[in-house]
């Protein structure tokens, strides 16, 4: 019995076929079909986010969403390529390879492969908890910016324009909109608003209608019946000799850009190997100053040259080319502006595509219209392990944390929001696992860091799906594209990609969620916008702005425990003890009621002892100090011989002291360090309404104070009317007030 449910525990997909119907087979296929028909022109608009070529979005469409519904424990989640990931993966290989490179995409798998080791570990030592690290208004603050930086970076695909990339992602947004008043293709501008509109409109009719597959189709169609696309080839031979100079020029710096690449990493090795010899030990310093040298200035190389390739790669894209004929025969190309005198323009008006890998002389490629997906490998990938480069590794291994942690956050709360309206449970480790598992076999077959996607799990949801059965149907409806139909996508419209981008990311823009923190508790809604901030001002390195909210709140805990918050009770209208300070009440000059809202650990209890003097201090008529102890649920070794000394310091001075409220553990820990006998058992009382009723008397013989506030609500507004003596106390109280 014990062996059937660890199998069942391990192997959640045994559960679905308790019960299942061919009624609930039907359901899981259409529920799948619905999704791939999302799930593709997605998965490839993610990937091109992730500056990875189109089809490896497919890739990581195909068997990523299999496998994470065979492990997790979500019935209705669907796994795949999401913004955030895709865009967080450019960021953490942007350091390390050219995007688009064969380095960046060995990465961007090698980046896969690490994320699901990650996910899997945590979730096999059941560390799920794990993500509560990461606050609600850190990821509040950072999803936003990260909408926000996502739908910007999707401006020059929009506009048909090209700009000048920037250190930072608000300048070159800025380069993109200096561009569009005098670059914007129109032709490509009208797709992506006949994409926007076909979207919006049929997801107002009805959800379930696949509107990004009938917007891909219907700009595809267009583009292709209309020939919009226009492209030649050519080579460089063909073009003027100033351009060819430029071509050898960034073919050139792009070498050198991988060459310095290549030279950091020896670096890094180098200075690892350093670390590690013991013969060289006398050594040790010198080097690794040498080495840190080293490394610096190549990282300082590396990125003056990318500057330079981007201000290249810029000019190349930014010049326009003109046809014209020489000797009535041969056809050549050069800028516009510089077209030879005396001779025959062709009319044709031509831009280099220009990507991020060298240009090839044999192989120029012009386009003069619309851009396009292109030229997609048909059949599947191939199954091959990621090549592991320990240096590299290290390198990322701070942002396969982020993402293993962002990506699994995402999931599990999509997947809480599933089961919450089917009834089914979820196991957050074993979901871990699950996710670990996809990116794992995902990176085997050229896949990049994939999560859960909260739109294509709500339209698996609303499209009826019973069991993971869907994602498998999904999964293989993918293969059959990868396949059969990959000529189909050539003529995607980039602009539609983009629209569908900037769609999907709409939804994570949620600026109720910053009212909401800042409404809840105002620290929290500062947190939520410095992280928004600085995720924007640091973009696009997007690790720095979530570090900076996870510090924060961290802080924030940290100071929230050191100095905990801290009572003197009065009673209340309701006949309840409330704290004095916010209820504006009189406290009671001989008893003070102490109520301490935190455990009593090595870092705060010094706090209590600090307040307790305070109160000494602030009131001299004072006998005897009462602590409440119902928030008190753990008390440790520094905490219970600080308590001690307190105990013993206020008996040494003519007070008294006694507890109520603690629970069985406190006791415990008291009894067993013979605390509890030093305190008194008669001192310890079950509630603060017994103590006060048995230290009135106690504390009152002998006293003037007729009328107490622990026994009847005394407001500072009205206590010098009722009872004149405490007029001092109340004119205080409203000067805090």
Known sequence: MLFRINVRRNLPFLNWLKGYSAAHLRADFTAGFTVALVLIPQSMAYAQLADLPAYYGLYAAFLPPLIAALFGSSRQLSTGPVAVVSLMTSTALAPLATAGSESFIVYAILLAFLVGCFQFLLGTLKLGTVVNFISHPVVNGFTNAAALIIATSQLPSLFGVNSVKAEHHFQGVYNVLLEIPRSTHLPTLGLAFLAFAIQ????????????????????????????????RKLSLDQVSGDLQWQINDYNLALARVDSAMERRIELGKHLKGQAKCQACHDLKSTADVTAKYNITIAD??????????DAERATLRNQVLAAFTVGGKDTLYCPERELPAATQFSGERWRLKVGNRPLNPKELNLAGGVAVIGLIPRGLPQIRLPGIDFNVL?????????IALLGFMEAISIAKAMAARTEHQIDPNQELKGQGLANIVGSLTGSYPVSGSFSRSAVNYQAGAVSGFSSAFSSAIVMVTLLFFTPLLYYIPQATLAAIIMMAVIGLINVRGFIHAWKTQRYDGIIAVITFVMTLGFAPHLDKGIMIGVFLSLAHFLLR???????????????TFRDSNRRGLIRCRHLAVVRF??????????????????????????????????????LDASGEETLSKIVTRLRETGHDVSFSGLNDKVLLTMRSTHLLEKIGEDHIYGNVAQAVAVLYDKTHQGTKESVCPLRHCLRA????????SLGKQAKQINGER
Not at 204 to 222: E, F, G, K, S
Not at 561 to 575: C, E, F, H, W
Not at 611 to 632: D, R, S, T
Request: glycine share 4%.
């Open 200 to 231: 919006y409109v049929l997801r107002r009719l009805n959800p379930r209608i696949p509107n990004v597959l009938i917007a891909v189709a219907i700009t595809t169609l267009i583009c292709w019946s209309g020939g919009m696309e226009r492209t």
């Open 300 to 309: 300082l190389q590396i990125r003056e040259l990318k500057n330079r390739v």
């Open 394 to 402: 290290i390198d990322l291994l701070p942002m396969v944390m982020v």
């Open 561 to 575: 425990n050191i100095r905990p918050d801290m009572a003197v009770l009065s009673k209340y209208t309701d006949g």
């Open 597 to 634: 809202n935190n455990s009593l650990i090595f870092a705060n209890v010094a706090y209590l002892e600090e307040k307790i003097i305070e109160l000494q201090a602030e009131m001299p008529e004072l006998k005897h100090i009462h602590i409440v102890g119902n928030a008190i649920n753990e």
């Open 717 to 724: 507004v009205d206590s010098v009317e009722i009872y004149p």
